[in-house]
Nanobody, 116 residues
Framework: QVQLVESGGGLVQAGESLRLSCAAS????????MGWYRQTPGKQRELVAT???????DYADSVKGRFTITSDNSKNMVYLQMNSLKPEDTAVYYCKTRHVAGNEYWGQGTQVTVSS
């Protein structure tokens, strides 16, 4: 089992920045990638950004150039630096880990609200 705890969400104005953090604990040795997803009411959860253990990153087109995902493998942490936030970035942001066996774990989510 892996436990994920997100932090750093909040209410900001358009154009401002936030940094999300996610701490993984438990069976972290099998993690192959970590990532951030987001979800708004009535919509499917969508990819924001992922980073592999080797450092390869992937971003949704909507956040490229504004968001940066980083990780600290020694601490089993993943971060999401979000700059130039827009109202459409408002969502619950979830941390996810992917493991060697193909299983995945999700955090409980953290709310990000961007006012115009």
């Amino acid at each position: 089992q892996v436990q994920l705890v997100e932090s750093g969400g909040g209410l900001v104005q358009a154009g401002e920045s936030l940094r999300l953090s996610c701490a993984a604990s438990g069976r972290t040795s099998s993690i192959t990638a970590m990532g951030w997803y987001r979800q708004t009411p009535g919509k499917q959860r969508e990819l924001v950004a992922t980073i592999s253990r080797t450092g390869r990153t992937d971003y949704a087109d909507s956040v490229k150039g504004r968001f940066t995902i980083t990780s600290d493998n020694s601490k089993n942490m993943v971060y999401l630096q979000m700059n130039s936030l827009k109202p459409e970035d408002t969502a619950v942001y979830y941390c996810k880990t992917r493991h060697v066996a193909g299983n995945e774990y999700w955090g409980q989510g953290t709310q990000v609200t961007v006012s115009s």
